[in-house]
């Protein structure tokens, strides 16, 4: 078993929180002692990971946020009860900012960042080299919960240092700072850290420390999020948020260079992480069950986009949580593991009620590499019509079967991501033929909370050696903070706002069409034969519009379509419509694919762009400026 840093004891715990923003370090004595000696000291580094939020947690992802997943009224979490408006300012829910449950307030995370980095060079048994890269964590870590603040928040204060205990009342009351200020801020300290920092870190007992590799990704997710509409020349959401000086929080003005910015940096992670051997995942082993068919490209594809999320610390991987949340930690995998017994009166680790909404049914493309309002080969009309399955569909689904039209002729993410009704599902470390309505195997049982409310299953973040009967049989993996995959997309977008349709932003995007198994975006628009809309990738808004939509299905349930949904100004298109999925209750073909209304879905623009600070936060501090709406 890997020896994890996340998991030491985390000594820190002695000290008081400030009422402010935690930035006054106490108890300077009991400091001393943490910095004499290197096994201590280590304690404090431990520390200041310790604060990375657990996004594969059920009750802490922001992934259920979004209009990703829903699960039945008994079941809802805090993610959803946002999804549906219920957040407020005297209550806010995954609070960054003053933290919850489990989380720590990232403040208080940054000020041991800052404790560690004040005081690391104290340590007589260190030296110098290491004392420099336990430092450079502490501040790319620093710059990484500003980071996440500020996706959050937007403008916020910058704790570049912590205050003197005897700080007065006015130095601790902070004040927030533009969102270019914060940018830059963020920026110049991942920069000061990759100074330090090794350029990959491959030792079993260290897998999840920061590299030159994972700092330059994340600046690369830093600045592609600077530049997009949201942050940059926002005048329609933000003319009136100004400070107490009348200077406006958000620049006003649409700026290109920040696209150039992103561009350059996605660039230099991709190629830093090649040069470190990082990149795209393909699965080169044989599944069980599959020895006569697994040639056959469309099951390479599958298993090629599932195990780059489920194979633990997998080449695709840049940035993994080492320390994965497990056990009665309620874990985003165990809810969303299929149930192998449905009459079971209870089973430990599989609750079988995190469900995709037919909305990401409906995202993933048709086999030919379009959406499938798209592709003229595509049924769209009757999509939720059911159909028989055929022989040249029997990987897809069960020959001979009924299953809806839009369950068929889909791209292999597809299958990869989602269980449906008589289709397939690798899992508990055997194939099984779905049967999902009421009464059936895997459908609804009476008076159970446990069931997919949507008729649609999580396939994606689940291993399929997992068993959902103990917590110790299910697979764990190191969540991925971000992958490769993920810069190609970055690039691939930067360079489009800033050179328009181009060789490079297509070639990027053409590397994960390849490796998810459909064609390439001149091949799929290109075709008259099934482009609805030809050539739509040759004009700057088609690729915009392709770019995204190849993010959101690359990327699906990564907890990363919350942010960029808002970040592209979408959200309120996104996150106002009603939750759909099939009438699970019902147990004939013909009821069973009914579309029906599972949840609702509430986003008042603008002021749930970001969250809310707590009323607490702001009385205690008067120079707070709350966020506009709350």
Not at 144 to 166: C, M, S
Not at 303 to 332: A, C, F, H, M
Not at 542 to 558: A, D, H, K, M, V
Not at 583 to 598: F, L
């Amino acid at each position: 078993m890997y020896k994890k840093i996340i998991v030491f004891v985390l000594l820190f715990g002695m000290f008081s929180c400030d009422e402010y923003l935690d930035i006054v370090p106490d108890q300077t004595q009991q400091i001393d002692l943490l910095f004499e000696r290197r096994e201590v000291a280590y304690s404090a580094l431990a520390t200041c990971y310790a604060y990375l939020p657990k996004n594969d947690g059920v009750y802490t992802s922001f992934m259920m946020m979004s209009d990703e997943v829903t699960t039945p009224i008994a079941k809802e979490t805090d993610g959803i009860r946002i999804m549906k408006g219920q957040q407020s300012s005297s209550n806010p829910k995954f609070g960054l900012w003053s933290g919850w449950q489990d989380q720590g307030s990232l403040w208080e995370g940054i000020r041991h960042c800052n404790v560690l980095i004040e005081n690391i060079y104290n340590v007589v048994d260190m030296t110098e080299d290491e004392m420099d890269i336990w430092a450079a964590e502490a501040k790319f870590l620093k710059a990484y919960y500003h980071f996440l603040l500020f996706t959050y928040y937007g403008p916020i204060p910058i704790v570049d240092e912590n205050l003197p205990i005897n700080a007065s009342d006015t130095e601790v009351r902070v004040k927030r700072e533009s969102i270019d200020n914060v940018v830059n801020f963020i920026v110049e300290t991942i920069d000061q850290a990759i100074l330090h920092l090794p350029a990959r870190v491959l030792s079993s007992n260290d897998l999840g420390r920061i590299d030159q590799v994972i700092a330059k990704s994340i600046k690369s997710r830093v600045l592609t999020y600077a530049a997009s509409p949201l942050f940059n020349g926002n005048t329609e959401m933000y003319s009136d948020f100004i400070n107490e000086d009348g200077e406006h929080f958000f620049n006003q003005n649409y700026d290109v260079t920040k696209w150039e910015r992103a561009k350059t940096a996605s660039l230099d992670a991709i190629n830093t992480a090649i040069e470190n051997g990082v990149g795209l995942y393909e699965f080169i082993s044989t599944p069980p069950g599959f020895e006569e068919d697994f040639e056959d490209q469309f099951l390479q594809s599958m298993y090629n986009t599932k195990y780059s999320i489920v194979d633990k610390w997998n080449t695709e991987l840049i940035w993994g949580n080492s320390n994965p949340v497990r056990g009665n930690d309620w874990w985003q995998m165990q809810a969303a593991c299929m149930m192998k017994n449905p009459n079971a009166s209870s089973v430990e680790a599989a609750w079988q009620w995190v469900a995709p909404t037919l909305r990401m049914a409906e995202m993933y493309y048709t086999e030919n590499g379009l959406p499938i309002d798209e592709d003229l080969s595509f049924d769209y009309v009757n999509r939720y019509n059911s159909i028989s399955v055929s022989g040249s569909q029997s990987l897809q689904a069960q020959y001979g079967s009924s299953t809806a039209v839009l369950n068929l002729d889909r791209e292999p993410r597809f299958y990869s991501s989602l269980a449906f009704d008589r289709g397939y599902n690798r899992t508990w470390g055997s194939l099984w033929q779905l049967k999902m309505k009421k009464g059936e195997s895997h459908g609804r049982i009476a008076n159970s909370d446990d069931y997919l409310i949507t008729g649609y299953g999580l396939k994606k973040l689940v291993h399929p050696d997992s068993e959902g009967d103990g917590y110790s049989k299910i697979v764990t993996y190191s969540w991925p903070l971000i992958r490769m995959a993920e810069l190609y997309l970055n690039y691939a977008e930067a360079v489009n706002e800033v050179d328009g349709p181009s060789a490079d932003a297509l070639s990027s995007l053409n590397l994960l069409r390849d490796r998810a198994g459909i064609n390439s975006v001149e091949d799929a628009w290109g075709n008259p034969e099934f482009s609805s809309n030809l050539n739509k990738h040759t004009t700057q808004d088609g690729l915009r519009e392709i770019i995204r939509n190849e993010r959101l299905i690359e990327l699906s349930f990564e907890g990363n379509r919350y942010n960029d949904l808002r970040r592209w100004k979408l959200a309120e298109e996104y996150f106002n419509s009603p939750v759909k999925g099939w009438s699970v209750d019902e147990s004939t073909v013909e009821d069973y694919y009914t579309i029906k209304q599972v949840g609702v879905r509430s986003f008042n623009s603008p002021r749930d762009y970001f969250h809310p600070i707590s009323i607490n936060e702001i009385t205690i501090n008067p120079n707070l400026i709350q966020n506009p709406g709350w």
